[in-house]
């Protein structure tokens, strides 16, 4: 027996153009996300994992056993949230106030930047292992071949902000290319190059001083993965190499490949303060 076609449901195709609108869609409607504020206030889990203890998802465990007390008293709620002055005990034991950390390294080529099982790779977060104490984490990524500044911190809400879409963190990236660049592809990236997950721009891009034809400095905002890569290789180019030498105002200065170093109050306070 046939179907009646009037009766028949359209075949859903979805085209190129379309599946980008609707992309651009969802990063404008996540640009009306507030933007974290900074309190002295946290939460439970947040500062059972900061101190060291577990990760945030295990102290959710813990807290849920009932064996977290807050001022001598079983908190099982897990949005609970700890004051400067509370004291904290974990299986009857005190759990010092964590201080939280700001850890700039300039990373080495062939370390991974994302956290998790290791399975025995190299990752970039064990190279700041003994900047301190506490856990870190890292604010964003670079891919395993890229070099330059990756800053880790305990601190979620410098985290948040750093990576929000309304705030629009800037990157500078020295750009090495397969090929020449020529001014029009300088000029291309400025105007905005169509991505499959939307048109994406760059602030600024130029050759590098004294550097070959092949080399650029790109200014960045956007967060999208491998986004350099992705518009170099839509005008048919490949990256060869990428070095990341700005983020967010903090530079490599004095900061030799595979070193560390912590942050001044006065870098700190620009980074919370800055819009």
Do not use: W
């Not at 201080?99 to 990373?107: A, D, S």
């Amino acid at each position: 027996m046939r179907r009646d076609k009037k009766n028949q449901k359209p075949e859903k195709n979805v085209s190129k153009r379309d599946k980008r609108k609707y992309i651009e869609y969802k990063q404008k409607h996540k640009k009306g996300d507030p933007l974290p504020s900074f309190s002295d206030e946290v939460r439970l889990n947040k500062f059972i994992s900061n101190a060291g203890i577990c990760s945030r998802r295990e102290a959710d465990v813990l807290i849920a056993a009932g064996v977290v007390m807050v001022n001598n008293k079983v908190i099982t709620e897990l949005g609970y949230k700890v004051k400067p002055n509370d004291e904290v005990k974990y299986d009857g034991e005190t759990i010092k106030s964590y201080n939280k950390r700001y850890v700039l390294l300039n990373k080495p080529k062939g370390f991974y930047s994302t956290l998790g099982e290791s399975k025995g790779r190299k990752t970039a977060v064990k190279l700041v292992q003994k900047a301190c104490k506490e856990l870190l984490f890292p604010v964003d990524k670079l891919d395993k071949d890229a070099t330059g500044l990756l800053l880790f911190t305990n601190d979620s809400d410098l985290s948040k902000k750093l990576n929000h879409p309304r705030f629009q963190s800037k990157k500078l990236y020295h750009v090495e290319l397969n090929k020449p660049v020529t001014q029009g592809h300088l000029k291309k990236l400025q105007e905005g190059v169509d991505l499959e997950d939307g048109k994406t721009k760059v602030i600024h891009a130029s050759h590098v001083e004294d550097g070959t034809s092949r080399e650029v400095g790109v200014e960045i905002s956007s967060g999208k993965k491998q986004v350099i890569h992705r518009m170099f290789e839509s005008m048919g180019m490949a990256v060869v190499k990428l070095d990341r030498v700005r983020f967010s105002g903090l530079t490599k200065k004095d900061l030799p490949r595979g070193m560390f170093r912590h942050l001044t109050e006065n870098e700190i306070s620009f980074l919370k303060m800055s819009k």
